[in-house]
């Protein structure tokens, strides 16, 4: 646990009173990093902001104008545990765009799809169960998991997405070890942290094993409509309906001050899932649903997605020419969409124990410990370029490329002792 939240015990007079579960909750290395690197000097390739200045304000404010006039009275007041209708019928247009076909009663709004997936780890996880995740996997989905005390188990992801027959393996060993399998959870197009996007040749097997072995799918995908040349494959959920439950979000085709997601899952899931979002928040917030519902109907939300593809397109060629310029021997992913680069680190350098070199080098990365569960990933980083401007990506990596040379010549004269593993 971080110091300050040491400190911060010491002083609780309330120690004693928490729940077991409480202790389940740490400060992410990624909300860890935010205090750092919003300084305006250092650059940072850390968190996975969207870019929000992308959007078009004053259309917004004619939106917003325009959604209280008409609907002000209902967007203030509390509204329905499964949301908007008329936002969940819009929300099918946009799901149909993955090959999904949907209807209103099966979806449910959300506070952001990460108040999703806590509704269903609340719904499925018991102490000790098991989720099958990618390696790596979405640090908040880790927490969410961990905070359930499941145990992550990571299989094998390789550059067309997790490999079927490392799931099955996985599947074989767990089920013989009498461990408790409640679901896989997946990103499959342009994941986070990795960028990779699952082939579809890979979908239709993992769904195979899956509704062989009787396994719920959990397809989290905020980043499907931000691809950078050709479309992904159809969605898992276009695949298999009974099987598997889909997870949206404005957050990255929008703006995450919204905190608008949502949840398509088959109808008893469903039922049960309204329940508990009713639970947790009475109902998801009407004015944030109603000002989406206002701006999907009256503004070219398609034409802003193909903006925001646009510049993301810049920025994830912006980061890659400069790792092929400054860190040329370096693996790297090459995402076709999304926000996100997975970066293999030299030998014997652990990218935790380096992170405040970099920050005194003005540079901030996510460490590759942040999404695994199990303790390893110091031999990778994360490079997020979604947020700094393409000059402040080639600045960042090549200041990178100076901490992670400093560290590989280090090794090479002293051993693995000189550097930092
Ligand atoms: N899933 C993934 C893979 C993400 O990257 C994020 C945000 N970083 C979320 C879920 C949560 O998104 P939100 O709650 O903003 O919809």
Known sequence: MPQENNQANNLDRWLDSYADRASTLSVSEVRALFAVVSRPEVVSLAGGMPFVSA????LLTKSFNEM????GDLALQYGGGQGDVVLRDQIRDLMALEGISSSVEDLIVTTGSQHG???????FLDQGDVVLAEAPS???????????????????????????????????????????????????????????????????RVIEICRREHILVIEDNPYGLLYFDQKPPNALRSMDEDGVIYLGSFSKIFAPGFRVGYVLAPPAIRDKMVLANESAILSPSMFSQMLISEYLANCDWEAQIETFRGVYRERRDAALEAMAEYLPNLKTTRPAGGFYLWVTLPEGIDS????????????????????????????????????PTPDNIKLGVRRLANVINRQTELIETFGTKGGNR
């Open 55 to 58: 959007l078009p304000k004053d």
């Open 68 to 71: 209280m006039a008409k609907r």
């Open 117 to 123: 997936l806590d509704l269903l780890a609340g719904l």
């Open 138 to 204: 979405y640090v908040g989905a880790l927490g969410i998991f961990h905070h359930y005390e499941a145990h992550v188990e990571h299989v094998f992801t390789d550059d067309d997405g997790i490999s079927p027959e490392a799931l099955q393996e996985s599947i074989d060993r767990l089920r013989e070890q009498k461990r408790k399998i409640k679901f896989l959870y997946l990103v499959p197009n342009f994941g986070n942290p990795s960028g990779v996007t699952l082939s579809a040749e890979r979908r239709s």
């Open 352 to 387: 935790k124990a380096m992170l405040p070199l970099a920050v005194s080098e003005l540079v901030a990365y996510t460490p590759g410990t942040a999404f695994f569960g199990n303790g390893t990933g110091q031999a990778n980083l994360r490079i997020s370029f979604s947020y």
